[in-house]
């Protein structure tokens, strides 16, 4: 009988430690895969950060930074005529609300994402920085100032200027730092899943460790969207003083939609997962528990006794 016992104990032992692991790599892979999968994929990136065009944070920093270099390069051009200064910036301001601006934000998204991702899959090294070519924005918004008769909106100039958008030396970093992002994105939901399945079936008290493997993946769910939030607060602190923080906000919020929603997702399964185990417990318990013993009837006197 002891032997037995401590056979069981040890299985759980085993069972736990395997739901443990695994509940453990299971928000780690679905950070992963959201880095490998979401960032890294140019059509789900584009598509996250078209919304925010039409966002009026990010429309006031772009109006801001396009209006200042426009106005910083016309004012060398026109002798320091400082009027120039409030027009150009309020046709700017009226540029991001049309949908010109919607094509131009989703064109030059589009562009510098092509550009870092095909530095990061490029194996060919590379001594300089990533670099992009925003020309063709910059005509569209000339075009649409020239059509609001703005006032030296053709002497923007429109050269193919190669805008960098990687430092040189950050472009081993990033270029490893992707790779080991796409490995662990295939092996960590694959190896938790595996580590899950061998605890639980290894486990003696199955029921019991799959219980503890759902309340496992409902806390990583909330420790990943925990980590959402911290990173969100971390990364805006971080800015130089100089970045438009609410755009920047946007910014975040919108990349990162996918991964609160997977984190939340994480929660409601494990939580489901353990109430259903904890609700066919119980069930399980009240249908072995004995029923209790009926009382005592009372025998009948013989006929003979009676007067």
Same mark, same amino acid.
Request: net charge positive; charged share 25%.
């Given at each position: 009988m002891g032997s037995w016992s401590g056979?069981?104990?040890?299985?759980d032992v085993i069972g736990a430690v395997c739901v443990a692991v695994a509940c453990l790599l299971v928000p780690l892979g679905v950070l992963a895969g959201w880095a490998a999968y979401g960032l890294a994929d140019t059509g789900r990136y584009v598509r996250a950060v078209t919304p925010l065009a039409d966002d009026p944070a990010v429309r006031e920093a772009v109006a801001d930074a396009?209006?200042?270099?426009v106005v910083r390069e016309l004012e060398t051009r026109t002798a320091g005529d400082a009027a120039v200064g409030p027009f150009v910036r309020d046709a700017i301001e009226s540029f991001t609300r049309t949908d010109a601006f919607r094509t131009a934000w989703e064109a030059g998204n589009r562009a510098v994402h092509d550009a870092v991702l095909h530095a990061l899959r490029d194996d060919t090294p590379s001594g300089g920085p990533v670099t992009v070519d925003l020309a063709p924005v910059t005509a569209q918004v000339r075009q649409r100032l020239e059509a609001d008769h703005m006032p030296y909106a053709h002497r923007i100039p429109v050269a193919h200027t190669e805008?960098?958008?990687?430092?040189?030396?950050d472009?081993?970093?990033?270029?490893?730092?992707?790779?080991?992002?796409?490995?662990?994105?295939?092996w960590l939901p694959l190896t938790a899943a595996a580590l899950a399945v061998t605890g639980v079936a290894v486990a003696a008290s199955r029921r019991r460790t799959l219980t503890a493997a759902g309340l496992g993946t409902a806390l990583g769910g909330a420790l990943l969207a925990l980590a959402v939030a911290a990173g969100r607060r971390l990364t805006l602190a971080d800015l130089p003083d100089d970045v438009h923080r609410p755009a920047a906000g946007a910014v975040y919020d919108a990349l990162t939609a996918a991964l609160r929603t997977a984190s939340w997702l994480l929660l409601a399964v494990g939580a489901a997962v353990a109430l259903a185990c904890?609700?066919?417990?119980?069930? =399980?318990?009240?249908?072995?528990? +004995? $029923? &209790?013993? =009926?009382?005592?009837?009372?025998? +009948? $006197? &013989?006929?003979?006794?009676?007067?």
């Open positions: 056979t069981r104990r040890v299985r396009v209006g200042d270099e805008v960098p958008v990687v430092r040189a030396e472009v081993a970093g990033l270029r490893q730092g992707y790779r080991l992002l796409g490995a662990a994105a295939l904890w609700l066919t417990s119980s069930r =399980a318990l009240r249908l072995r528990r +004995p $029923a &209790p013993p =009926a009382p005592p009837t009372a025998t +009948p $006197a &013989p006929a003979g006794a009676r007067t």
